[in-house]
């Protein structure tokens, strides 16, 4: 065998070692928690540490059920990271579409002071954002936490790049030369050509909007309109001592959403990531 051929494919069983080993670290946590979810309180104390799944699952999430409306912050949470990802996904395209393909005065000043608010933290904006809320009387509902997330500037980032490089300007001449509008050309030509983009910052918003701890946790006050991460952090009660078994029992299901949107839209998420990696 020549010798190129034998470094080949040393170089690929490394690599696939490698990413083997990525992808066990990256599942191992998530294996661990379910583990701990079907033991008792104790196993997390375990040395050395349970490798298998027991029997307790059922039990522990019924514990959490006793001490937390789960069902309820899970809606919660799905009706304000699917909203808030609707939005993000109409308003960024329609965003970068313009940015992208129209000429307009002022054009390279706003979309860099779109990017400008990328670099401004988020602790920083939260007590005029909770002041607007407060005068809109929107303290303790989901507007207060949809509204400040309808539009990202990553968003507009993400799909003005993806529409220049996808979105050929003699499609859009055309389409303008049949008689087709601004909107309808955005509709009908545009919108099916960049369904991967779309599906990847779907993925990223509702990821991150069903992760948000910090800015419900400011706006929310009642228990009933409470997201699952709030609602996950009253298990940790003071007065006991910690039950891992019951919070990693709900954390599992409340994990197990995330799991289903991303498995649902893998295949364009991949699509939107490597799109532009390879050229033909």
């Not at 196993?43 to 490798?51: D, E, F, G, L, T």
């Not at 699952?57 to 912050?73: G, Q």
């Not at 507009?156 to 601004?182: K, N, V």
């Not at 952090?233 to 029992?249: P, T």
Request: net charge positive; hydrophobic share 55%; with cysteine.
């Amino acid at each position: 065998m020549p010798v190129g051929e034998k470094q080949g494919g040393f170089s690929r069983i490394c690599i696939y070692f490698l990413l083997a080993a990525g992808a066990f670290a990256s599942a191992y946590p998530f294996y661990w928690m379910l583990v701990i979810a079907t033991r008792t309180r104790d196993a997390v104390y375990q040395i050395p540490p349970a490798i298998m799944p027991g029997t307790e699952l059922i039990v522990n999430f019924s514990h959490a059920l006793e001490k937390i409306i789960f069902f309820r912050a899970l809606w919660n949470s799905f009706i304000v990271s699917g909203l808030t990802t609707v939005s993000v996904l109409f308003f960024c395209s329609l965003a970068g579409f313009a940015f992208a393909k129209f000429e307009f005065p002022g054009k390279k000043l706003l979309f860099l002071l779109v990017l400008g608010t990328l670099l401004v933290p988020q602790q920083l904006s939260v007590l005029p954002n909770y002041i607007l809320m407060a005068k809109l009387s929107w303290i303790d509902s989901y507007k207060a936490i949809i509204v400040p997330g309808m539009v990202s500037a990553f968003g507009i980032f993400w799909m003005r790049q993806y529409i220049t490089a996808s979105i050929h300007q003699e499609l859009l001449e055309a389409s303008r030369i049949d008689g087709s509008s601004y909107f309808n050309t955005y509709a009908r030509i545009v919108l099916p050509i960049i369904v991967p983009a779309l599906a990847t910052l779907g993925i990223f918003t509702f990821l991150n909007t069903w992760n948000d701890f910090f800015w419900p946790l400011v706006v929310l006050k009642n228990n009933e309109n409470f997201t699952i991460q709030i609602a996950l952090q009253q298990l940790f009660s003071r007065n006991d001592s910690i039950d891992y078994g019951m919070i990693m029992s709900a954390t599992f299901f409340a994990t197990l959403p995330l799991l289903i949107v991303f498995s649902l839209f893998s295949r364009w998420f991949i699509t939107g990531l490597t799109s532009g990696a390879v050229k033909s």
